[in-house]
Structure formats: structure tokens, C-alpha cells
């Protein structure tokens, strides 16, 4: 496994997501992945305070069935990192996951995804809320918006909202297949967002 080294660049009041390898979540499937999983936080460790929640973001094909081997690797996550566990299978819906992650410290990853239902549970002491879009939908050119989505964005700033009085931190991104440019998906949410505070 190659992982990028850590190169030192300071943004002020930045925190940034970091996407953990798909050798690790797509190709192995997380078995027998503790070793792996480990040096990839290590790695990560370099970005010191500028590091965010590491996401596990689990392939569609990963069911419910593989509940065991997800609670074994949480269980070898080395402690005093945050954690956000993204499920994308409808099979995970009314599962124990809930309680699992709460018993970890690990946040469910809130998703805007077109073949997975909306959820809305906080698991942790921090939110993890991805809008992610179709990728068939907007599939280049991510240049400017092409879609207006005001009433997805408020119900995610509505939520976050009642994440943020709750004392958690929330943590927002978004992809390119959303609207067809994270960066104002993003500005449009914070917008939405600071008009409803």
C-alpha cells in the first residue's frame, strides 16, 4: 500500500475529511485490514490538528452481513482519532449499526445519495454529512451549479442546525455529482444555513 507524505501547509481554521484507502474498504472489504488500517492513520496523524474525521466509506455491495468484520476493525482503530462510517446498502437500514457506532465513538456518515434513504442520527460527538448526488447525472464539466436544490440544502441545514445546539461539531461536503460544483453546493448549504441560525 503507497500513501502520500505529509507536506505542511497551514490554512487557518481549516480541518479536512480524509477518504481512507480503497484497498482497505472496497477491495478487502475490511477483513483482516487492521495492519493496513492502522498505517493509514498513522500516515494521516502527520496532518496534526488540520486533521478531521477519517471516513470509512463502505462500497454499495457491503451489506449488513458484514457487520462482524466492521465491528473487528473498529475494534483495532487506533483510539484518539474521529471516525465517520459511511453505509451505502439499503440492508443496513433498522440495523444495530446505530448502536454499534455510538459504543466506538464512530459517527454514521449522513448521506444525500440517490439509492440509500435519507438518515439522520447522530452517533457521535460530531456529525458527518456527505451530499453526494448521481454520478450519471452530472458526470464532467463541474464548472458551475446546473441544478437548484434550496429544499435538500435546508433540510441538511435544518439538521445540522440541530446538531450545532446540541454541542456537536458538523462536519459538510459535498461532491461534484450534487449540483455540478462542490464548492458552491457548499456556499449555497452555509448560506441556507447562517439564514435559518
Request: glycine fraction near 8%.
Amino acid at each position: 500500500m503507497r500513501y502520500l507524505t505529509a507536506t505542511t501547509v497551514r490554512v487557518r481554521a481549516f480541518a479536512g475529511g480524509v477518504l481512507n484507502s480503497q484497498e482497505i474498504t472496497h477491495e478487502k472489504t475490511l477483513v483482516g485490514c487492521a495492519r493496513e488500517a492502522e498505517a493509514f492513520v498513522s500516515t494521516m496523524s502527520d496532518l496534526g490538528d488540520r486533521m478531521g474525521p477519517l471516513l470509512l466509506q463502505l462500497p454499495p455491495s457491503f451489506t449488513v452481513e458484514g457487520m462482524s468484520v466492521l465491528e473487528d476493525l473498529l475494534k483495532h482503530l487506533p483510539e484518539g482519532f474521529r471516525y465517520a462510517i459511511e453505509v451505502r446498502h439499503r440492508s443496513w437500514l433498522g440495523s444495530d449499526l446505530p448502536e454499534l457506532l455510538r459504543e466506538r465513538g464512530a459517527a454514521l456518515t449522513l448521506i444525500d445519495y440517490p439509492r440509500m434513504p435519507r438518515m439522520e442520527e447522530a452517533t457521535a460527538d460530531f456529525s458527518y454529512i456527505r451530499l453526494l448526488g448521481d454520478r450519471r447525472e452530472f458526470p464532467a464539466g463541474h464548472t458551475h451549479l446546473k441544478k437548484e436544490r434550496d429544499e435538500d440544502l435546508g433540510w441538511w441545514a435544518d439538521l445540522a442546525g440541530r446538531f450545532l445546539e446540541e454541542g456537536k461539531t458538523v462536519f459538510a461536503y459535498a461532491n461534484n455529482h450534487y449540483q455540478n460544483h462542490s464548492p458552491s453546493t457548499l456556499e449555497r448549504f452555509l448560506e441556507i444555513r447562517h439564514g435559518r441560525a
